[in-house]
């Protein structure tokens, strides 16, 4: 289920101007988008039930999240993030493959009817009401007017244009569609039968009391039991479910890491000792950080010290002005800082804007050339400064939802909704300033139009110089790996770490043919791509994985099946335990002896007979037994009617041995206030989330999926 909502999430938001009109074309080409080729292209990334996943579709619809990734943050994604948005993009794939694969089993299908259903309704769902020219003001709802002639412009819709609204827009509402019929006939499926509900009502009023004595298996030492690697591989070889395993590998490592030395660090430090008394003296501070290239750009506004980025501010701001203060260490620099001056600064301001877009923030699509985009900002800018009237021409030029409002954007803090651009370029300018300023959203004409709550502002300067690698500190990092990724032999290169004191790393995790990441090393994909190329036992060359050299050796190689006896013993089900327990119990059931009685059983391990039910809350569909926890076996042995009146056989439980004895079953008084109707309606609302929470992982587990991503990323 939620890897179905996450598909449908993805199409949000898409240019209205090219939703109002190219959606359409959907209902002229009669729901055909079905039909899509997906063995076309120039080459195959993986098969869903034999259809293959074509590599120029998988790669488009990760360029399309990166892209809407990128508008928004600001920066391109990591390596680290590109490996998991193609993860992202192939389970969205592989999702919908095998959900309409068995949706058009069940004749389930989205036509071009019921998109025309939804296009021409005033549903605020239909995408053409979020573009506010296609509603009529007078009424609210959509203007049909307006789509007729939206159809004259279908067949200039090609290509990408194409592409974009058929995966943003087209494919969700069909997902929406179909997935509703599904889930409608999933629910219609709930059966509760009579038959059930009366065998429920019974075993839920009915409740036992009992007498036990409980052993624990901790009562033996778990070190007097020896559990061998043939009884756990005959364990394995009885419940393979249990110890399923996927395909990947077992590696360790030694890394060597190329960060700056105490040497470099020294060495930048030196430097700015060096320049610290010129600093201090210097009149033109904006010639003299650029004449000796500071890492941290001059700015020469006024912020308050919520906005001034250094971990010593505070420090710094203690300082009499003109006085430098350093060096010191901010973040990967060494660092000097001098303040300039002080005033009252705003804490909010307000501005109005003109926008001109160049791409979508969502889709990272082309919506103007940057130049035109451009010049268009600076017309707009030059008939304001001739006079002209902001609110007219923002209402007539403005792109976004303030242009009704003559681009007015109300106040707003640094910390506020503003991109970070935005704020860089408004902040610290006084007010009636105009100005085009650029952003992931495009160019701005923008005025400051006013200003409130003052605080203190600080004008710093910083001169920084970054503490980086010296040329000696890489080679020598990379000479250390080249000497121990030369011990190919393992028995030698292990004699080697230990030697010189080196840490090897043995990695705990199994890592698969298409992970990015391993363990704490970030952007490994190259040294996963060697590792799935590599034999067991083979030694790395040195390879750079962030800031280290990494020589890695294969330890293991797992192939999908059933996990062998180290591996599961590294596993949750823990086998080595669970016969450990076998034995214990075994012992305690021999040492018990035959036709035990409950006080032998106490006497004979210290310990007291005990009751239990007595408050009525012991019934077949119980899940905890007071004073002794989960354990459905026991609850099960209990309402054996092979066991009633008399002491039953030591039961092995979940933690320990149980010899009991059942006194009685009884029903509880009957509720007068019961609702029966109620009652069979949750049972009913039950099974339909049970049903729900597992549908798609079942239709999962029944697909044939073949993944050979790793041969193309």
């Given at each position: ?154 067949k ?9 609204v ?11 569609s ?72 077992m ?38 950080l ?7 750009p ?65 889709t ?22 001739a ?20 681009g ?31 952003t ?15 605080n ?6 910083f ?14 990092a ?52 060697w590792?799935?190329e590599?034999?067991?036992?083979d ?29 599961a ?11 450990r ?5 075994e012992?305690?059931?021999k ?63 979940k ?46 587990k ?12």
């Amino acid at each position: 289920m939620q890897i179905i909502q996450g598909i449908r999430d993805k199409g949000a938001a898409i240019v209205i101007a090219v939703i109002s009109l190219s959606l359409i074309g959907f209902i002229l080409m009669d729901a055909k988008q079905g039909g899509n080729n997906y063995n076309a292209g120039s080459g195959s990334i993986g098969k869903v039930n034999g259809t293959a996943i074509d590599q120029n579709e998988f790669t488009k619809k990760v360029r399309l999240l990166e892209g809407q990734e990128e508008q928004q943050s600001g920066q391109k994604p990591s390596a680290t993030r590109s490996v998991q948005i193609r993860e992202q993009v192939w389970n969205q794939i592989v999702a919908e493959r095998v959900f309409y694969a068995e949706a058009d089993k069940l004749g389930i299908e989205f036509t071009g009817k019921e998109l025309d259903n939804i296009l021409k309704s005033d549903n605020p769902s239909n995408p053409l009401m979020q573009d506010k020219s296609m509603v009529d003001p007078a009424t609210g709802k959509l203007d049909m007017s307006k789509v007729g002639p939206a159809l004259a412009n279908l067949k200039k819709m090609k290509g990408e244009q194409w592409e974009m609204v058929n995966s943003q827009i087209i494919e969700p509402q069909k997902l929406t569609s179909v997935s509703t019929k599904y889930f409608a006939l999933l629910n219609a499926s709930a059966y509760y039968p009579s038959w059930m509900e009366e065998k429920d009502a019974k075993e839920a009023k009915s409740f036992a009391t009992f007498s036990y004595v409980e052993i624990p298996y901790k009562t033996i030492s778990d070190s007097t039991i020896k559990v061998t690697d043939a009884e756990i591989e005959a364990y394995i070889n009885k419940h393979k479910d249990l110890f399923k395993q996927e395909a990947g590998r077992m590696i360790s490592y030694v890394a060597f890491s190329e960060l700056p030395s105490a040497a470099d660090s020294a060495r930048t430090r030196s430097a700015l000792e060096g320049l610290k008394n010129e600093f201090a003296t210097e009149a033109n501070v904006k010639s003299f950080l650029a004449r000796n290239t500071s890492a941290i750009p001059y700015d020469s506004t006024y912020r308050p010290k919520s906005r001034i980025k250094s971990a010593s501010i505070d420090t710094i701001l203690k300082q009499p002005q003109g006085t430098v203060f350093g060096p010191y260490v901010d973040g990967s620099n060494y660092a000097l800082a001098k303040v300039l001056g002080t005033k009252p600064v705003p804490d909010s301001i307000r501005a109005r804007h003109i926008l001109f877009p160049v791409n979508d923030p969502q889709t990272g699509k082309k919506i103007m050339e940057e130049a035109d985009a451009k010049k268009m900002a600076d017309s707009i800018l030059a008939l304001l400064k001739a006079g002209g009237d902001f609110v007219a021409l923002a209402k007539q030029y403005g792109t976004d939802g303030t242009k009704d409002k003559g681009g007015d954007l109300g106040f707003f803090g640094y910390q506020g909704p503003m991109v970070e651009e935005f704020n860089q370029a408004t902040f610290g300018k006084p007010v009636g300033t105009k100005e085009v300023i650029y952003t992931r959203f495009g160019y701005h004409v923008i005025e400051i139009t006013g200003e409130k709550a003052f605080n203190p502002g600080y004008q710093v300067a910083f001169l920084a110089k970054e503490i980086f690698s010296s040329e000696e500190t890489i080679n020598k990092a990379s000479n250390e790996a080249n000497k121990l990724s030369a011990e190919k032999d393992l028995k030698k290169l292990d004699e080697y770490v230990q030697k010189n004191g080196l840490l090897k790393i043995k990695v705990p995790t199994l890592i698969k043919e298409n992970d990015g990441q391993i363990g704490q090393m970030q952007d490994a994909r190259q040294l996963v791509r060697w590792i799935f190329e590599a034999k067991k036992g083979d030694v790395s060359d040195p390879m750079p994985v962030g800031d280290q050299f990494v020589v890695a050796i294969v330890d293991k190689i797992y192939e999908e099946g059933t996990q062998d006896v180290e591996a599961a013993k590294l596993s949750q089900v823990n086998p080595e335990q669970v016969i450990r327990e076998q034995k214990k119990a075994e012992m305690i059931t021999k040492n018990l002896g035959a036709n035990v009685t409950l006080e032998a059983a106490a006497a004979k391990y210290s310990t007291q007979v005990l009751t239990g039910g007595a408050d009525s809350s012991v019934t077949f569909k119980s899940q905890i037994i007071n004073a002794i926890g989960n354990d459905p076996k026991l609850i099960g042995a209990i309402f054996n009617k092979a066991n009633f009146n008399k002491v039953a056989e030591p039961l092995a439980g979940k933690s320990g041995v149980y010899v009991f004895k059942v006194n009685s079953i009884a029903d509880k008084a009957v509720n007068p206030n019961e609702d029966k109707v109620q009652t069979r309606n949750q049972q009913v609302a039950a099974l339909r989330s049970a049903a729900v929470a597992s549908w798609f992982e079942g239709l999962r587990k029944k697909a044939t999926i073949k993944d050979n991503r790793s041969k193309y990323f």
